[in-house]
C-alpha cells in the first residue's frame, strides 16, 4: 500500500539554524500538507500545497517557514532560523482531491528538537 | 473560529464497546474525520462524515448529527491494540485545512 514517507525521523538542531523537512507524498497525490504536534498537544495545520503554489496556511506558518516541491517526487518544510518552541512533531500529508471524503493521509512524522 | 472537544481519557475493557464523543463549533463544516494515532507515531485515517447518519466499517462506526454539531465513534469488541489516541477532525469549508480536537486517550485493559 502507498505512503507517505518523510525524513530524518528525528533532527536535533541548536537555536538560530535553518533546517529542512522532507517528505515524498503518495505519488498520485495532487494536495500536499504540513502539520505540527507539540509533545502532549493537538494536531495544528500549518500550511496546504496544490499546483506549486500554497493553497492555505495557518497563523503558525509566518515568515520564518516556507515550502517547495523542488522535484516531482519531494515536498519539503524550511524553517529558517528555528526558535526553541518550534520543538515539535513534524507531519507531512497529502490527498488525491481536497474536497469531499477524500482523506489525507499521514507520514510518520519528523521529531524535531531546537536546542 | 473553529473549536472541538472531547474527552481527554477513556478506559474500556477488552470485548467491550466504547463511544468516543466529539462536538465541534465551527465557522464552516465539509466533513468530520476520525484518525487513531499511537503514541509516537502518525494519525491514520478510520473514518469520514459529510451527511448525517451512521458510518460503519467492521468493529468502527462514526455517527454525525450536523444539526447538534456532534460526532461519535464506536469501537466494538475491543483489542488491546485499540489503545490509542483518537482525534477528532473538522474540514471546513473554505478549504482542506482539518482541525483537530485535542484527542481521546483510550486505555484498553484485560
Known amino acids: 500500500e502507498p505512503e507517505v514517507t518523510q525524513t530524518p525521523s528525528h533532527q536535533v538542531t541548536q537555536m538560530g539554524q535553518e533546517v529542512i523537512l522532507r517528505c515524498v507524498p503518495i505519488?498520485?497525490?495532487?494536495?500536499f500538507y504540513w502539520y505540527r504536534q507539540i509533545l502532549g498537544q493537538k494536531v495544528e495545520f500549518l500550511v496546504s500545497?496544490?499546483?506549486?503554489?500554497?493553497?492555505?496556511k495557518s497563523e503558525i506558518f509566518d515568515d520564518q517557514f516556507s515550502v517547495e516541491r523542488p522535484d516531482g517526487s519531494n515536498f519539503t518544510l524550511k524553517i529558517r532560523s528555528t526558535k526553541l518552541e518550534d520543538s515539535a512533531m513534524y507531519f507531512c500529508?497529502?490527498?488525491?482531491?481536497?474536497?469531499?471524503?477524500?482523506?489525507?493521509?499521514f507520514g510518520p512524522g519528523t521529531r524535531l528538537t531546537v536546542l | 473560529g473553529q473549536n472541538i472537544d472531547q474527552p481527554t481519557e477513556m478506559t474500556a475493557t477488552e470485548g467491550a464497546i466504547v463511544q468516543i464523543n466529539c462536538t465541534y463549533q465551527?465557522?464552516?463544516?465539509?466533513?468530520l474525520f476520525w484518525y487513531q494515532q499511537h503514541a509516537g507515531e502518525a494519525p491514520t485515517f478510520l473514518s469520514y462524515?459529510?451527511?448525517?447518519g451512521l458510518e460503519e466499517k467492521g468493529r468502527f462506526s462514526s455517527f454525525l448529527s450536523r444539526s447538534k454539531g456532534y460526532s461519535y465513534l464506536l469501537l466494538k469488541e475491543l483489542q488491546m491494540k485499540d489503545s490509542a489516541s483518537y482525534l477528532c477532525?473538522?474540514?471546513?469549508?473554505?478549504?482542506?485545512?482539518?482541525?483537530f480536537g485535542g484527542g481521546t486517550r483510550l486505555m484498553v485493559k484485560p
Open positions: 500529508a497529502s490527498s488525491e482531491q481536497a474536497s469531499g471524503g477524500d482523506t489525507q493521509y
Open positions: 505519488s498520485n497525490h495532487l494536495y
Open positions: 500545497f496544490y499546483n506549486n503554489e500554497i493553497s492555505e
Open positions: 465551527t465557522s464552516g463544516f465539509n466533513g
Open positions: 462524515n459529510v451527511l448525517d
Open positions: 477532525a473538522v474540514r471546513n469549508n473554505a478549504g482542506n485545512m482539518l482541525t
